[in-house]
């Protein structure tokens, strides 16, 4: 399965990237997978997964850690842009449609207005801005976290289950370019893993 941050994971008839890793047997590798035992030890992972420059991880955890956002080096999301462009082009959409219709297409006397009258439109404009944005906060969302995604490669890997327990997995995307599968897995070790898996894009 293609990795979902690409456009070929939402369009079908775009082709995926070919992988950047494969493991012995020939299956793609879509990732590196270290558990960390306690809180404070995932905790201070992930500061030094931030320093470290990569870009594509992610911390999973039994429960919510205060803080971690910003240990993780968390940027805002692009999200209200999206949003805020998309009540534009709504908003856009109700003026363009309703001058069209009531200047051009089916000139119509309304309360006595002018043909084209802006006061009437008002209601439209004010749902279409809200439908486009509501839409656009739906569908980008899901499409910002990779979704829908029905199979997860981490689904496949037993010792991951211990994740809804006690334990804390710092996970690392093979898409990341700080990402080398030997390299990666020493510095996972270094910085306090008690276990390090190869995960494989099955």
């Given at each position: 399965m293609p990795h979902t941050s690409t456009l070929s994971a939402y369009l079908p008839f775009l082709r995926p990237p070919p992988p950047r890793f494969v493991t012995e047997t020939g299956e793609p590798v879509w990732g590196i997978m270290a558990?960390?035992?306690?809180?404070?030890?995932?905790?201070?992972?992930?500061?030094?997964?931030?320093?470290?420059?990569?870009?594509?991880?992610?911390?999973?955890?039994?429960?919510?850690?205060?803080?971690?956002?910003?240990?993780?080096?968390?940027?805002?999301?692009?999200?209200?842009?999206?949003?805020?462009?998309?009540?534009?082009?709504?908003?856009a959409t109700a003026i363009g449609m309703q001058w069209w219709i009531s200047e051009i297409d089916y000139p119509l006397v309304v309360q006595g207005k002018p043909f084209g009258a802006w006061e009437p439109f008002l209601m439209i404009i004010f749902e279409l801005g809200v439908l486009f944005s509501a839409f656009a906060a739906l569908f980008g969302m899901m499409m910002l976290n990779g979704l829908p995604r029905w199979h997860h490669p981490l689904s496949l890997k037993d010792r991951f289950l211990d994740v809804t327990d006690d334990k804390f997995f710092?996970?690392?995307?093979?898409?990341?370019?700080?990402?080398?599968?030997?390299?990666?897995?020493?510095?996972?070790?270094?910085i306090g893993a008690t276990a390090v898996e190869l995960v494989e894009d099955a």
């Open positions: 558990q960390f035992d306690d809180v404070v030890s995932a905790f201070h992972a992930a500061e030094k997964m931030r320093d470290a420059g990569f870009s594509k991880w992610d911390l999973h955890a039994p429960f919510p850690i205060h803080g971690i956002e910003a240990a993780m080096g968390h940027k805002r999301t692009i999200l209200p842009f999206i949003v805020l462009m998309a009540a534009f082009a709504g908003i710092v996970v690392v995307e093979a898409g990341d370019p700080s990402f080398n599968p030997e390299q990666t897995s020493q510095f996972l070790r270094e």
